[in-house]
């Protein structure tokens, strides 16, 4: 039977249960077992896919097509394997399908309640990854412990926790050790409230995990466990790291997987092996070159609005020895009269997928600027959309070609609703969602950086590539590499003879991991990294194009 640990927070949400969820995983996964994550929110939405990214940061899209929270990107980038569905449910999932059953009439003269149906749901569906086969699940509670939309999910631990053999559930809590700078001192009171808090609803942590800003004394570590009912090895710190991908390490040098096996009743043989894990942290470290890459889009001032694409950055940064700097510009303020100012000194261009029609004007302008100074350019779903309005606006001279998700009106649709999308009236879940086969062009660059001529990428979309006006681009230049064999849906356009210019449909970031980074970002940065070293050569050189 599969062994269950609890991740729960308390004092402060983004402390980052997800990351301490992931490295533990990570580490156990080294240590050769077969572990997965999953994450339960306690918001009513049924998914995020309908929250904006100010509300909720990245919406991550998983292979079978489910919109889910942004966590499941750690979850997959640490653990390199695909999660599902099944990996991320929220409240409003749990409540529609308990509601479902009472309109079916399975609690038929039943008085429908919180406990036990609700809670009855929670556990069936926190126990459903557990049946297929794994030897440790971990489950991620979202929120703050004292929240009233988590009580539900805290209940049904503490049902798990008795009705599950001692050996085969654990509880990791993770807190907050504020500094004082006034007092120059750590406080663990608000750890102490927290953990109260928790054995108030009966549930009482096994492991405490302390984010810090400084060293735990031992002093201190006595302290939590005395009045924390945990022993001083079992509080575990989690100091502030310089990247995401020190953390495994750092939890392992704090024991917390060998506490964990001990708790679960698994004999502990040696160290995790993170041989591979510590080569790919070696190159992030001691990077031998620079690059600038301009990040086009209009949630710029948000960090999770675009969190998979910028760790793709940093795995292709590892694989080329780079350390890319990511230069966030707002498209909104991207003009012909600024564009010039805006992207001066970036050595490649990123235009971000987003929804609806603010800043797309700034995008199509800096789309514009890459293809005439053969700036490295890279369009994601909407960067790939933007890509071909501006190709036939400034080179097949269609003034008011536009997408119809901007301009329902426009005479040159060059950007489409999808047929299928056009009699969809619900907004949840209904989009071009998850994985779907793109058929990669002889000779092009798509093709060589792939090293393939079939691959499967995830979707999230309602608009495409207007076929109509195919023929007519690819006979002014713009290629179309990448096409869905069943539909003929251009999923990769790009300009042969561009250093490098790719826009794809799909979400490219989405499948980068730290073991398997994306040969399209791989590339990318290569580019970028050949650019920068072609702006310091002397005039007349020139550098010699490189594919990994």
């Not at 039943?110 to 459903?128: A, G, N, S, Y």
């Not at 004292?146 to 805290?154: A, C, H, R, V």
């Not at 794809?504 to 040969?519: M, W």
Request: charged content about 20%.
């Amino acid at each position: 039977m599969a062994k269950y640990i609890f991740v729960t927070g308390g004092v402060t949400s983004s402390l980052g249960k997800g990351i301490i969820s992931a490295s533990l995983a990570k580490l156990l996964q080294a240590s050769g077992f077969s572990v997965t994550i999953q994450k339960f929110d306690p918001y009513i939405n049924v998914d995020p896919g309908t929250l904006n990214p100010y509300e909720h940061g990245e919406c991550y899209v998983t292979e079978d097509g489910a919109e889910t929270d942004l966590d499941l990107g750690h979850y997959e980038r640490f653990l390199n394997i695909s999660t599902s569905q099944a990996n991320n449910v929220t409240t409003g999932r749990i409540y529609q399908t308990v509601i479902n059953k009472e309109r079916e009439g399975a609690y038929l003269g039943k008085t429908v309640q919180v406990v036990p149906h609700i809670t009855d749901e929670i556990k069936r569906q926190m126990k459903l990854l557990g049946a297929e086969g794994f030897d440790i699940v971990i489950t991620e509670i979202g929120g703050t412990v004292g929240d009233i939309e988590s009580l539900p999910f805290i209940e049904a631990v503490r049902q798990l926790q008795w009705e599950l053999p001692d050996e085969d559930c654990l509880v990791v809590h993770l807190t907050l050790v504020p500094y004082l700078s006034a007092a120059k001192e750590l406080k663990t009171k608000p750890t102490q409230h927290s953990v109260k808090l928790m054995s108030e609803n009966g549930v009482n942590p096994d492991i405490i995990v302390c984010r810090t800003e400084h060293p735990l004394s031992i002093d201190i570590r006595r302290k939590i466990a005395q009045f924390c009912n945990v022993k001083t090895e079992a509080v575990i710190e989690a100091a502030d790291a310089s990247t995401i991908y020190e953390v495994p390490v750092n939890m392992m040098r704090e024991g917390l997987d060998r506490i964990c096996l001990q708790k679960l009743g698994i004999p502990v043989s040696g160290e995790p092996n993170l041989g591979a894990w510590t080569h790919f942290l070696n190159k992030l470290r001691n990077p031998h070159h620079h690059v600038r890459v301009g990040l086009i889009g209009k949630y710029i001032e948000l960090q999770d609005a675009y969190k998979s694409i910028l760790e793709s950055f940093v795995h292709a940064g590892a694989v080329n020895e780079c350390c890319v700097e990511v230069v966030k510009i707002h498209s909104e303020f991207i003009t012909i009269d600024t564009v010039e100012e805006k992207l001066a000194g970036l050595d490649a261009l990123l235009v971000a997928p987003g929804f609806g029609n603010r800043g797309v004007e700034g995008k199509i302008t800096a789309v514009q600027y890459a293809r005439e100074h053969r700036l490295p350019f890279f369009g994601i779903c909407l960067g790939m959309q933007m890509a071909v309005i501006e190709f036939a606006r400034n080179v097949l001279e269609i003034a008011d070609a536009h997408s119809t998700e901007m301009d329902p009106d426009t005479p040159h649709p060059v950007i489409s609703l999808m047929e299928e999308q056009k009699h969809v009236t619900g907004k949840g879940g209904t989009m071009r969602l998850g994985a779907y086969d793109c058929m990669l062009a002889a000779g092009s660059l798509a093709r060589s950086v792939y090293g393939t001529d079939a691959v499967q990428e995830r979707h999230r979309h309602r608009w495409e590539f207007n076929n109509a006006y195919l023929s007519t681009m690819e006979t002014a230049g713009l290629m179309a590499s990448g096409r869905n064999p069943a539909t003929g849906l251009v999923e990769i356009v790009e300009l042969p003879g561009h250093p490098f210019f790719i826009g794809v449909q799909f979400h490219p970031e989405l499948k980068s991991t730290v073991e398997s980074p994306h040969p399209l970002f791989v590339q990318f940065i290569r580019a970028a990294l050949e650019h920068n070293q072609k702006k310091s050569l002397p005039k007349g050189v020139h550098a010699k194009p490189q594919m990994i």
